[in-house]
């Protein structure tokens, strides 16, 4: 495996945009902002690095959702309560929406009157909307394992 450094600057750089991006949409203090910039850096950056390695998307994704969320964890004394916000802004970079905008073309395309070759395209369509929604999972495992896994441990005695 290779490391093309300037391809990692890249998604790190519009990485830490779009998420700082949705950090303004999300209405985040402008202190906020960098920690979203750095949350969506570290996740393009980590999931970059695992398809790089040949992992599948879904892998990459559920890898740096837990990165984002182990480092929002990590820092939560110096984020506060804001910790589980920001590690979502982060991630929201790695929603597929490729494969989702085919997903809903391909529903469009099988309710045409004629379609062409519909057994393919019913595959095709299944596919892409197969992969939003384990990618999404993978989303939603790696923020929330973090959060279990360091857990305080006022908490645990909540637990039992």
């Known amino acids: 495996m290779t490391v093309d450094v300037l391809h990692l600057v890249h998604q790190a750089v519009f990485g830490a945009v779009a998420a ?4 303004v949409l999300f209405n985040f203090g402008w ?3 960098p920690w979203c910039a750095a949350s969506g850096a570290l996740a393009l950056t980590t999931r970059t690095i695992g398809q790089d390695a040949g992992w599948s998307l879904e892998a990459a994704t559920f890898a740096a959702a837990a990165a984002v969320g ?3 964890r990590l820092l939560r004394a110096r984020l506060g309560i804001a910790n589980n916000a920001l590690a979502v802004a982060g991630c929201i970079p790695m929603v597929p929406g490729f494969f989702a905008a ?3 073309f391909g529903l469009f395309a099988l309710t045409a009157p004629q379609p062409g070759n519909p057994s393919k395209l019913a595959l095709t369509t299944l596919e892409f909307a197969l992969r939003v929604i384990f990618t999404a999972g993978a989303i939603g495992a790696g923020l929330s394992i973090a959060t279990h896994i360091l857990r305080s441990p006022d908490s645990w005695r909540r637990v039992r």
Request: hydrophobic fraction near 40%; charged fraction near 15%.
């Open 31 to 33: 202190r906020d902002l």
């Open 20 to 23: 700082s991006g949705f950090g």
């Open 102 to 104: 085919q997903a809903i």
């Open 70 to 72: 182990f480092g929002g």
